[in-house]
């Protein structure tokens, strides 16, 4: 057997093969990342977000400890203690105390 | 006393001192940059006076489809801009809040009252911050607004194609003698306008327009030069080559497709910029111009694309499988096809710009769609295959059946009067077409790629197997992923365009993408495609990051520090299971998967699975134990039970042990910790061999002794300490028994050792006429029944006898027993 005699040799293919395959998809990962904005709700009771997002104002309710995405291409946002800001859709807004932190 | 006025004088420096620090910190935090707001404001104001104008725009060109995707764009940036002018305020804002976070909340009734200056400024950063959120107000609102304006454009343009669909017109007032006048009348026009920019070409700009042209003649010809230079080979069909693979033949359509269409895109392309950058053009006539170029680039690119696919001159290299005079005739048609719709497009550029009544354009996109109909259905009624008896076949069914609809549709649609609709479904027909041929002729590539051995004919993979180690199976996986990420390509590639040909808009196949991305909410439940595949990556990415460290630590580390393999072993092992279950850990929460919801059910099903997974766990167990406790590592030669044999591999749940009859025995681990197990090579491979040897009575016992001890320290591979041994063991039944006992360096040499030491015994023994006594077979003699006694006399008096004789037996036993006397029981070996 050639594959017994030169091991190293017949490894090499399909582990370069996985190498490629690995580097693609890293890519691919690091590239599709960041699509959207994430809201963290610190609090141990539910607070609501106003998202102004294209053509309407939606309420976003995060319960405690909830992480959501939302916002992907730029949205106004009205925080828990009425402050208004604008997001770019790559932030993470973190609310404690009822504040809500730009980060 | 002394510390007490120390204290006071601390306390009152403190108090006096902290609004201070805390008024040089507010001093230095009001100097915002004043003109923010004021910059802002102005901003918004320009941005909503240009929402206003785009709005009264889309009033007045509400029929103008082009017009109302420009104003389309451009509201789409006023609302990034309006988004941005917002954004300005977002560090001014985190630095009031921090400001009022240190500044606290205002005192309670009851407590004491601060200074005025916090107050102050509290109040100011107050006022600040709701002036700052009164103008992002304003931008919300604008954004609000000119959300809903793209909309109203999206209803407006999905009702204008409605309307061209749907829209009827009377064909007998359009197809008067009175179109012949007209058309004469905007032929005379277009000729007038043209003959003009000629004459004023010539004469003003002569040299620019020869330099203009020569300069894209040099480009295209230097790309269809280096193009067949660098392609040459797979760009030409070769007519010598008797039966080309299928896979060339693909090549060779797609490059000679896309080679010559560049060079001419790129020829006409750098015309029209160079005859822009010289200002040769003039008037409409760069527009005229724009069509006329489009018009070429798509009826040479339709030209190549059949010419390449049925290649009627080469029937070896043709794709489709047709008949020589059918290819020729399918490539005229085609070919009239796309002529006829791109010079319908280029018309109806020019009746815009001409102005000319709508008459023309209805008689016009009449003619043309009745003629693409027509083509249409003959291709459709063509029979291009030959059957083995030479009678033609006609295409497929569905085929045949598709394109005479499609011909039928279009001719009567234009014969209603549904004109659009008819343009329509003729301009989608060539178009539509055109992609799905081409991404048809890559799906077949790409198959042919994935076959067995395909990839490896490629010149490609003749490349990778010449300059690389890649071996036959490894070509073949590469081709099968090459096949796959063809295919996949053809699909992102291709149903966008199809999509966008159809009247989709980019932000809708963007919508949708998004959606499918982030997540399909089913129920409670969200399936986010993204947040899956990123889990697998992540754990794919851990995976390998693992073996790695294994890799390195085994290799570089452990080898180098000259570790024990066993310690080598477990530790790889161990890194690499914790490894995998970090990186599945890690995958899992990458996914999106919440752990603590699965805790609920792991609670509720911990107590089945351990009862039903008892022997798995325990063998888990046991295997980690085995990893710490390392009782034989791999290699080492042990007893366990019934098996004896080599350990070849330990993993978590069973033990790998090779047999010297090499049968692998997977023993599961929980057996090797709760049982003896023997090993052989524990510490070392020490071990002792006994080898037993009788000699006859009579022999010089002494002389044995010697000699045999002789025998065994002569031995090259029996240890000198501990000393061989020689045991007078037995005063046997036949022979006196002696047993040397040698102690080996390895035990694993016993059989070699145990062999010579024979040997050498018989050798010497026969040379100092030592027997050794072998033990006699014993001899059975089988009785024989004798005949039946005849004489009655002779067995009476034989039977008085014997009886006489078993009762002097009884007396003389009572005798012995009242005697005392016990037989006793034999000794134990």
Known sequence: MPCEMQQRRCETPILQMWKSLVAAITFLAVGGSAFAASAVNKDTETRTLIVTEGGGKTELALAAGETVEFCPNGCFVTLPNGDLEALTGSETVEISGGVGRIK | ?829
């Open chain 2, 1 to 829: 006393m002394f510390f007490r006025l120390l204290r006071l004088v601390l306390l009152l420096a403190l108090v006096v001192s902290a609004p201070l620090s805390f008024g040089a910190a507010a001093q230095g935090l009001a100097q915002a940059p004043a003109g923010l707001v004021a910059d802002q404001q102005k901003i918004l104001q320009d941005l909503t006076t240009k929402t206003d104008n785009l709005e009264k725009k889309i009033q007045q060109d509400s029929e103008d489809d082009a017009s109302l995707v420009d104003i389309r764009l451009q509201l789409e940036e006023l609302s990034r801009n309006s988004l941005n002018s917002a954004l300005a305020f977002r560090p001014r804002l985190a630095e009031i809040n921090a400001r009022l976070d240190q500044l606290g909340a205002p005192p309670a009734a009851g407590q004491p009252p601060e200074p005025d200056i916090v107050t102050a400024e509290r109040q100011a950063l107050a006022s600040e911050k709701a002036e700052i959120n009164a103008v992002i107000a304003t931008a919300q609102n604008l954004s609000i607004r000119v959300s809903g304006l793209i909309d109203r454009i999206g209803n407006m343009r999905s009702e204008l194609f409605r309307n061209l669909l749907t829209k009827r017109y009377v064909l007998s007032d359009a197809l008067s003698p009175e179109v012949v006048s007209d058309a004469h009348e905007e032929f005379t026009g277009f000729y007038k306008a043209v003959s003009s920019w000629l004459i004023f070409a010539f004469k003003f700009k002569f040299q620019a327009v020869l330099a203009a042209t020569l300069m894209a003649l040099v480009l295209a010809a230097v790309l269809l030069v280096g193009g067949r230079r660098l392609f040459g080979r797979v760009f030409e069909a070769d007519p010598g080559v008797e039966d080309p693979s299928y896979l060339s033949r693909l090549s060779v359509a797609f490059w000679s497709t896309l080679l010559p269409t560049l060079a001419v895109g790129a020829f006409l392309v750098s015309t029209v910029f160079f005859f822009n950058y010289y200002n040769v053009l003039r008037g409409d006539i760069g527009v005229f111009l724009n069509a006329l170029v489009a018009v070429i680039a798509v009826v040479f690119c339709v030209n190549r694309l059949t010419n390449a696919a049925l290649e009627p001159q080469l029937p070896n290299w043709r794709l489709i499988p047709v008949e020589t005079g059918p290819a020729r005739w399918l490539v005229r048609l085609t070919t009239a096809m796309a002529v006829v719709i791109g010079v319908n497009n280029f018309l109806s550029v020019v009746n815009d710009k001409m102005g000319s009544p709508l008459s023309v354009t209805i008689a016009r996109s009449f003619v043309a769609t009745i003629v693409v109909g027509v083509i249409l259905i003959l291709m459709g009624l063509l029979k291009p295959f030959k059957a083995s008896d030479g009678t033609w076949r006609p295409w497929p069914t569905w085929l045949r059946y598709t394109s005479v609809a499609l011909g039928l549709f279009t001719i009567a649609a234009a014969l209603l009067g549904y004109i659009g609709l008819a343009i329509f479904v003729s301009l989608q027909v060539v178009v539509t077409g055109t992609i799905l041929v081409t991404a048809y002729i890559g799906f077949l590539s790409a198959r042919a790629i994935g076959e067995e051995g395909g990839f490896a004919d490629t010149s490609i993979g003749r490349w990778l197997s010449a300059n690389s180690s890649y071996d036959e199976t490894a070509l073949d996986q590469l081709g099968l992923v090459v096949g796959v990420a063809i295919n996949l390509m053809i699909v992102l590639v291709f149903l966008p365009l199809i999509l966008l040909m159809w009247g989709f808009q980019p932000g809708d196949i963007q919508a949708w993408g998004y959606k499918l991305a982030t997540g399909l909410t089913i129920g409670s439940v969200t399936i986010s495609v993204t947040g899956i595949l990123t889990g697998v990556v992540v754990f794919i990415i851990g995976y390998f990051l693992t073996r790695w460290f294994q890799g390195w630590l085994d290799g570089s580390v452990m080898a180098r520090g000259k570790v024990d393999t066993g310690v080598r072993n477990s530790i790889r092992l161990a890194v690499g299971y914790a490894g995998v279950a970090v990186a599945a850990l890690v995958g899992v929460s990458a996914a999106g998967i919440d752990l603590s919801n699965l805790a609920l059910v792991a609670g509720a099903l911990s107590l089945g699975i351990g009862f039903g997974l008892q022997n798995v766990v325990s063998n888990f167990v046991s295997g980690l134990i085995l990893l710490a406790e390392r009782p034989f590592k791999v290699g080492d030669w042990i007893v366990a039970g019934d098996t004896t044999g080599t350990v070849k591999k330990i993993s978590v749940r069973a033990t790998e042990i090779e047999t010297f009859q090499r049968q692998s025995v997977i023993l599961p681990n929980s057996n090797l910790i709760n049982n003896a197990v023997g090993n052989w090579t524990h510490r070392n491979k020490l071990g002792r061999v006994d080898i037993k040897v009788g000699v006859a009575y009579g022999s010089d016992v002494k002389r044995v002794h010697a000699l045999l001890l002789e025998i065994a320290r002569s031995h090259p591979l029996v240890l000198k300490n501990p000393e061989p041994f020689v045991l007078f063991a037995n005063f046997g039944a036949a022979a006196l028994d002696f047993e040397i006992r040698v102690f080996l360096a390895d035990v694993l040499n016993g059989n070699v050792v145990q062999n010579d030491i024979r040997f050498a015994i018989l050798d010497i023994f026969s040379s100092e006429h030592i027997e050794i006594p072998s033990t006699p077979r014993a001899v059975v003699e089988t009785k024989k029944h004798e005949a039946w006694p005849i004489d009655d006399d002779k067995i009476e008096a034989e039977f008085a006898e014997r009886e006489l004789a078993e009762a002097e037996a009884a007396v003389e036993k009572k005798r012995l027993a009242k005697s005392g006397r016990k037989a006793r029981k034999p000794d134990p070996d």
